[in-house]
T-cell receptor, first 118, second 113 residues
């Protein structure tokens, strides 16, 4: 069964450093997402990406964050200058193309990258 | 008011018993809903979509009540492996560019022998 993969599984970085989290979505999916979950809190939407551009982003996704699909398989989340409060689990998700307007297909999540900012 | 609200639990359930719990959502325009399951420090895994007429998948039954803006999940014949946090998720379609999920805080279920 195809699945979303993410690397690394755990990233430790110092405050102010740049990090890049990588994801390989399911191969026939065209919509890509990043979510985060701070320990003990709920999963929060960060950004959605379709057709090589951001389709929606949340208030959390400020100028420090960026996303990219550098090739046909990877989808990355970059945090330019990490803060202590960026420590969280970051989940990538993907969903397939909806042939009908208003019909949404389920999102499938990767195993996550645990980011620890010290 | 929180967008998606759930009783955090835990619901302590004897093995073999039935457990049910609800989730309320604030946006009356919400169109689609899901239940995800999350094990400790793992990713959310899709359990089932929730359709207007309600739907069943094995031991799991989901119901949607649009008038009262809540959805429910019922688990019959609970197994030890059902112990997890169950996430209520409301979906918002982003024009024609995918969808955005809003998660509840989760309901923790502990099935005990």
């Amino acid at each position: 069964e195809p699945e979303v993969t993410q690397t690394p599984s755990h990233q430790v970085t110092q405050m102010g450093q740049e990090v890049i989290l990588r994801c390989v979505p399911i191969s026939n999916h065209l919509y890509f997402y990043w979510y985060r979950q701070i320990l003990g809190q709920k999963v929060e939407f960060l950004v959605s990406f379709y057709n090589n551009e951001i389709s929606e982003k949340s208030e959390i996704f400020d100028d420090q964050f960026s996303v990219e699909r550098p090739d046909g398989s990877n989808f990355t989340l970059k945090i330019r200058s990490t803060k202590l409060e960026d420590s969280a689990m970051y989940f990538c998700a993907s969903s397939r193309l909806s042939p009908l307007a208003g019909i949404s297909y389920e999102q499938y999540f990767g195993p996550g990258t645990r980011l620890t900012v010290t | 008011r929180k967008e998606v609200e759930q009783d955090p639990g835990p619901f302590n359930v004897p093995e073999g018993a039935t457990v049910a719990f609800n989730c309320t959502y604030s946006n009356s325009a919400s169109q689609s809903f899901f239940w995800y399951r999350q094990d400790c420090r793992k990713e959310p895994k899709l359990l089932m979509s929730v359709y207007s007429s309600g739907n069943e998948d094995g031991r799991f039954t989901a119901q949607l009540n649009r008038a009262s803006q809540y959805i429910s999940l019922l688990i019959r014949d609970s197994k030890l492996s059902d112990s997890a946090t169950y996430l209520c998720v409301v979906n918002e379609v982003i024009k024609a560019a995918g969808n955005k999920l809003t998660f509840g805080g989760g309901t923790r279920v502990l099935v005990k022998p």
